[in-house]
């Protein structure tokens, strides 16, 4: 029997040990972020104030908004790893990425204060003061500890596959680049530069908003529902086609759902399949993108499949909609042989129906052989159908033979 084309859905609910895995890995990567920028930020104010550094009262404040990141990170892994609900149907994932947006927006923030700061700075210059040995060796030691804290958070990162975690492992990075700034500064304005101090603050301020702005910049893309690459899209068009059955691709699409990608697709096959038969066929289909997640580089938490029988892509219309329905065909049938016999009782046949170039083609299934009589009513019957509907490209009359439903054709009008 072809099936009427429709959607089936096929979901890949992401394993719970990756899940278990991504979620203890960001809890306990961010509580050790939380410890180091909790110890670093208030060492670099205090010692920042002492030694009257502005540059070091920056990375202190910067490491500051670290904070506040690893919190926001923390609140946002919980979220995400609730399951699916009644208002989330294809989960929290996507908290993620509204995570990374915030991380960016707070680095962005973060940046315009200290650039303001050092502009004040730059406007009276002869009130910039000569800075403390100490605050060259704190800037120093907080380079060592964030750089540290970089290559932790992205390994960890890297080893669950989670983007969340690898924004706030460059968040790290960002802060070691800026703390080699400071150390540099600083070590100017002992040098007898005074005004390389708060150039340095303003340099890591600059530094600091590029970085935000790039995380905000991928996190709104995908809130906005951007696809994966052209190369990674090409790469599960080949996977499908692949697929025994599908016979052509089209209406490919793919977003994110946070780290995950979601996949929608139309798989053309034979139009004399049967449903079940083009069912199995989505299921393959999907199954082989589902165990590809490593060729694509992504988790695909869903896959929806849409069957057609024909390439309905173009822009050619097909007249689907005004062909008759089965219970307009069956309908038309009954009468017409209840006509024909005089009411005295005909068989009726299963009917199935295959909806092909814009015709349609009927098989008539008999449970058991016809009389020479009954043969008679079912082509007076088909010859009335062919009449009433112009759209019947032709009928195949068949008969049940034996016990395990093998059938053998009595007619097939042209």
């Known amino acids: 029997m072809t099936p009427t084309p429709q959607p089936q859905k096929t979901g890949f609910p992401v394993e719970e040990p990756m899940l278990d895995d991504r979620h203890r890995a960001a809890t306990q990567s961010t509580w050790i972020s939380v410890a180091v920028n909790a110890v670093l930020s208030t060492a670099q104010v205090i010692i920042g104030l002492f030694a009257q550094s502005q540059s070091l009262i920056s990375d202190g404040f910067h490491s500051l908004s670290d904070l506040i990141a690893d919190f926001v990170v923390l609140a946002a892994n919980k979220v995400s790893r609730q399951r699916a609900d009644s208002m989330h149907p294809y989960g929290h994932a996507r908290f993620e990425t509204v995570a990374s947006l915030v991380l960016g927006l707070i680095l962005m923030v973060a940046a315009a204060g200290m650039l303001l700061v050092a502009g004040r700075k730059f406007l009276a210059p002869d009130e910039i003061p000569r800075v403390h040995v100490i ?5 120093l030691f907080t380079l060592v500890a964030k750089e540290g804290l970089f290559r932790y958070m992205l390994s960890v990162a890297r080893r669950v596959g989670s983007s969340m975690l690898a924004a706030n492992a460059w968040h790290a990075r960002a802060d070691a680049a800026s703390s080699l700034v400071v150390a540099l500064g600083i070590a100017g304005n002992l040098m007898g530069w005074p005004f390389l101090d708060p150039l340095a603050a303003a340099a890591v301020g600059l530094m ?6 790039a995380f905000v910049f991928k996190a ?8 994966l690459s052209l190369e990674e899209t090409a790469k599960i068009r080949s996977l499908l086609l692949e697929t025994p059955g599908v016979k052509d691709v089209h209406d490919l699409r793919t977003r994110y759902m946070g780290d995950d990608v979601l996949i929608d697709v139309h798989l053309m096959v034979d139009g004399r399949a049967s449903a079940s038969e083009a069912h199995l066929i989505g299921i393959a289909a999907s199954e082989r993108l589902k165990h590809a997640g490593d060729a694509i580089h992504h988790q695909i938490l869903d896959v929806l499949v849409h069957i057609d029988t024909e390439d309905d892509s173009g822009e050619e219309a097909h007249t689907y909609p005004t062909l008759p329905t089965r219970d ?7 009468d017409a042989l209840a006509r024909i ?5 005909p068989p009726m046949p299963e009917m199935m129906l295959h909806y092909l170039n814009d015709r349609v083609e009927m098989d008539w299934i008999f449970p058991s052989p016809l009389t020479q009589e009954e043969k008679a009513w079912i082509f007076a019957a088909a010859a009335d159908l062919s009449a009433r509907f112009s759209c019947i490209a032709h009928i195949r009359v068949l008969t049940v033979i034996d016990e395990v439903g093998r059938t053998t054709l009595v007619a097939d009008s042209p």
């Open 208 to 213: 600091i908003a590029r970085t935000g702005g």
């Open 341 to 345: 016999s005089a009411n005295t009782n």
């Open 328 to 334: 307009q065909l069956v309908t038309a049938l009954t």
């Open 220 to 227: 709104l893309q995908r809130l906005a529902d951007s696809g």
């Open 135 to 139: 605050a060259l060796y704190a800037a």
